[in-house]
């Protein structure tokens, strides 16, 4: 509508070519999101409601996604403790090596997740070298749920690093000084004035690294032992179903995930964009 | 509360920010730190407000308000009220959370009740003239209000001393002039000691009680405005506190030459750099047997009291500004392009080297 007003009163849109980006944008999407999407739900449709409800509600199958989400929210949890300190440090501190820190944040992006798995998987074994001091102390992580956590935690780390870093960035260090100057502890500035301000940022990226752990394979399956109904994760029980070629059953437990995943998002950026106003004057 | 510093000095890394300081702050004053930028006059600020700790040196240095010894004290003990060039306003929170912030950390203790915080909160926006917008969020008020919300809120915890890092720099001439003003009343009515910040040698004058130059680190002078202006102690002082102009030549005979300008002076042969005021230059139509300097008018700016007139000339480095009265302007009908000759009512002279009132001012 506004579109098309401002195209009457002429060319005043300064920047030019929206309908052309926004039509390649809305094709890429088409292709790369949408279509995978709709194919999934293609195979859905040669199964009836209760056959897709018995699939996603078979025993196994809803052991898995106790695992997969139990885990998935431990390690979203850790890794929002944890990734909002690394993002602290690497915005508030100068020390020798910190490009070196910074560049290694995107490392989990980058390495092949089964290359992650392998290499935790044998770390943390019985005869790894992080196993071989764990063990002893009864505490062990490869083959349980520990394992899967720890595994979804390395492959998710970078998104809360990378949401929560540029809004630190953002946030002068005078506020923390004026907080200090009015008589406020440590604990009480860090509570009532930066993280009021780092709370959008941290929940959008928990939110990330949880939805992402919910997918996760590969970095996974080499540590999980997957142990019918005690160390599957959901993602096991897909690629299980694929090599039964049972596409539709495949599809139906993929649908769950997807479900899930997607409730999840939307949630987190409503909720962001309620919070984001306010900051900016109910105007943003 | 008075301020007394001793020995301060601070470096970051090889830098010496700040050499070995001494300054005293008397009870009730408005003291400006006046100097341009890399002078040291934020770290010495910071420094007091405990933001900043100063360097360890041989000899020991002190920080005291009053009789209070706060070398040591974080700044959270400190209680002093500082307000910020860019505001530092909590921007998640209301005009009276933020102003009611510094009460509600208070330990239970000494902490007043709800009651009295949201009366003195409000007897604070009363103050700054923002009890209308104390519901509204940091973004939706102007750069003014803003300032002026930061300092409600560093006067709310009744700070000792108030400390202000440039806290107009970032406003419009306008509103900063309106703020200014505001904040001299301010300071009549409550009395309190405060510190602030500036770059601007006007804002510094206009403000101040007394007020402190400050260049690469050290303080070149203490004054009040008025014997700051008329008898600076060095040449840096005397070229910070306002526009000057630069004659600069050699002395031969009694005389300055320089190009095909010339002035008659009684000092020593060498070389000389003479220094003027913009109202000490006068302009004419002729030059007279002892002064021969033809400039040409390149700019004109008739706003205000007086006229504005840039000149220039081949023996000049940098162009010259005079101000002229307007019935002045109007006798020459000065316009762009035109030859006249510029005659100094006075000049003075600072001695190179040397950091002692080597001053001369003469009367031409």
């Given at each position: 509508m506004n579109q098309r007003a401002l195209r009457l009163t002429g060319n005043t849109r300064v920047l030019p070519g929206f309908g052309l980006s926004m039509g390649i944008s809305v094709l890429f999407i088409s292709l790369v999101l949408l279509l995978p999407i709709t194919g999934l739900f293609g195979q859905l449709a040669g199964l009836s409601l209760a056959q897709y409800w018995a699939i996603i509600t078979e025993g196994r199958v809803v052991a898995s996604y106790m695992v997969t989400i139990g885990a998935a929210a431990v390690a979203a949890l850790i890794n929002a403790v944890f990734g909002l300190l690394l993002a602290w440090v690497l915005v508030r501190y100068e020390f020798p090596g910190k490009r070196l820190l910074d560049a290694l944040m995107d490392l989990p992006f980058a390495l092949p997740t089964a290359v992650a798995g392998i290499t935790l998987a044998t770390l943390y074994a019985g005869n790894g070298w992080m196993g071989k001091l764990l063990e002893p102390l009864g505490f062990q992580v490869a083959y349980t749920w520990v394992g899967i956590a720890l595994a979804m935690a390395f492959t998710s780390i970078p998104f809360v690093v990378r949401t929560v870093q540029p809004v630190l960035e953002d946030l002068p260090a005078e506020v923390d000084e004026a907080a200090m100057s009015l008589g406020a502890t440590d604990a009480i500035a860090f509570r009532r004035v930066i993280m009021p301000h780092l709370w959008p940022a941290l929940v959008t990226g928990t939110g990330l690294a949880f939805v992402?752990?919910?997918?996760?394979?590969?970095?996974?399956?080499?540590?999980?032992?997957?142990?019918?109904?005690?160390?599957?994760?959901?993602?096991?029980?897909?690629?299980?179903?694929?090599?039964?070629?049972?596409?539709?059953?495949?599809?139906?437990?993929?649908?769950?995930?997807?479900?899930?995943?997607?409730?999840?998002?939307?949630?987190?950026?409503?909720?962001?964009?309620r919070f984001v106003r306010r900051l900016h004057g109910g105007k943003g | 509360m008075s301020i007394r510093l001793e020995n301060i000095a601070k470096h970051f890394g090889n830098t010496q920010a700040l050499e070995p300081v001494n300054l005293d702050i008397y009870e009730g004053e408005l003291v400006g730190l006046l100097g341009p930028s890399g002078s040291g006059k934020t770290t010495l600020l910071r420094i007091i407000a405990g933001l900043?700790?100063?360097?360890?040196?041989?000899?020991?240095?002190?920080?005291?308000?009053?009789?209070?010894?706060?070398?040591?004290?974080?700044?959270?003990d400190r209680r002093i009220g500082f307000v910020f060039q860019h505001y530092a306003l909590f921007r998640h929170?209301?005009?009276?959370?933020?102003?009611?912030?510094?009460?509600?950390?208070?330990?239970?203790?000494?902490?007043?009740?709800?009651?009295?915080?949201?009366?003195?909160?409000?007897?604070?926006?009363?103050?700054?003239?923002?009890?209308?917008?104390?519901?509204?969020?940091?973004?939706?008020l102007s750069g003014g209000q803003q300032q002026r919300v930061s300092l409600a809120r560093a006067l709310a915890v009744k700070p000792d001393v108030l400390l202000l890092d440039e806290p107009f720099g970032a406003l419009d001439a306008k509103v900063r002039q309106d703020l200014r003003r505001w904040l001299r009343r301010l300071h009549s009515e409550l009395n309190f000691t405060s510190v602030f910040v500036t770059h601007d040698q006007e804002e510094a004058l206009e403000l101040s009680d007394r007020v402190v130059?400050?260049?690469?680190?050290?303080?070149?002078?203490?004054?009040?405005?008025?014997?700051?202006?008329?008898?600076?102690?060095?040449?840096?002082?005397?070229?910070?506190?306002?526009?000057?102009?630069?004659?600069?030549?050699?002395?031969?005979?009694?005389?300055?030459?320089?190009?095909?300008?010339?002035?008659?002076?009684?000092?020593?042969?060498?070389?000389?750099?003479?220094?003027?005021?913009?109202?000490?230059?006068?302009?004419?139509?002729?030059?007279?047997?002892?002064?021969?300097?033809?400039?040409?008018?390149?700019?004109?700016?008739?706003?205000?009291?007086?006229?504005?007139?840039?000149?220039?000339?081949?023996?000049?480095?940098?162009?010259?500004?005079?101000?002229?009265?307007?019935?002045?302007?109007?006798?020459?009908?000065?316009?762009?392009?035109?030859?006249?000759?510029?005659?100094?009512?006075?000049?003075?002279?600072?001695?190179?080297?040397?950091?002692?009132?080597?001053?001369?001012?003469r009367t031409a």
């Open positions: 992402r752990s919910l997918g996760e394979f590969g970095a996974i399956i080499f540590i999980a032992g997957n142990m019918p109904y005690e160390t599957e994760i959901t993602a096991l029980m897909i690629f299980v179903k694929l090599q039964e070629y049972d596409y539709a059953g495949a599809s139906a437990i993929a649908s769950v995930v997807l479900f899930v995943s997607l409730a999840l998002l939307l949630a987190i950026n409503i909720w962001q964009g | 900043e700790s100063a360097d360890r040196t041989a000899q020991p240095s002190r920080i005291m308000f009053g009789e209070r010894d706060v070398t040591q004290v974080h700044v959270r929170m209301s005009v009276y959370d933020n102003v009611a912030f510094g009460l509600t950390v208070m330990p239970k203790k000494e902490r007043p009740s709800n009651g009295e915080i949201r009366a003195r909160v409000f007897r604070l926006l009363e103050m700054v003239q923002l009890e209308h917008l104390a519901k509204r969020y940091p973004a939706q130059v400050m260049s690469n680190g050290r303080i070149e002078q203490i004054d009040a405005p008025d014997t700051l202006y008329h008898s600076p102690k060095n040449r840096f002082v005397f070229e910070f506190l306002g526009d000057v102009n630069h004659l600069e030549g050699s002395v031969n005979n009694g005389v300055l030459t320089c190009g095909n300008a010339y002035l008659h002076v009684d000092l020593p042969d060498g070389p000389e750099e003479l220094l003027l005021r913009p109202h000490e230059v006068r302009l004419a139509e002729q030059a007279s047997d002892t002064c021969h300097l033809p400039v040409v008018v390149t700019a004109i700016s008739p706003v205000g009291a007086e006229v504005r007139v840039e000149l220039e000339a081949d023996w000049l480095a940098k162009p010259w500004l005079a101000t002229v009265r307007h019935a002045d302007f109007e006798r020459l009908a000065m316009k762009r392009g035109q030859h006249l000759f510029a005659h100094p009512r006075q000049w003075h002279r600072f001695e190179e080297n040397t950091q002692s009132a080597a001053r001369q001012t």
